[in-house]
């Protein structure tokens, strides 16, 4: 069952990002995993919360996140993020169709 990444990003130093946001792309799709949505426009409707920067990433599973999440990969990657920006990242599995 697909499971989705939802991540509120605060970037402080675009450029850093940018560095980041290029490396960390040819990780996600080597998870067998796609971006949905980055960053682009949205809108709140309802409640206080303000989020900064959206990302939605597909994932095969919530099992194969958690994998992607701890990887060794993805942990060398992760003070490169911290530099450039602060982020809430939850994992939530789909419905099955």
Do not use: T
Not at 55 to 75: R, T
Request: net charge negative; proline share 4%.
């Amino acid at each position: 069952m697909s499971a989705y990444a939802i991540v509120n990003l605060e970037v402080f130093d675009i450029e850093k990002y940018l560095v980041y946001q290029e490396a960390i792309k040819p990780l996600v799709e080597s998870a067998n995993a796609r971006y949905l949505a980055r960053g682009g426009e949205f809108q709140v409707f309802e409640g206080d919360d303000q989020p900064h920067r959206l990302i939605l990433i597909e994932f095969p599973s919530l099992a194969a996140m958690a994998g992607f999440y701890a990887s060794n990969a993805y942990q060398a990657l992760e003070p490169q993020r911290q530099a450039c920006s602060s982020a809430r990242i939850l994992g939530v599995e789909g419905l099955e169709h």
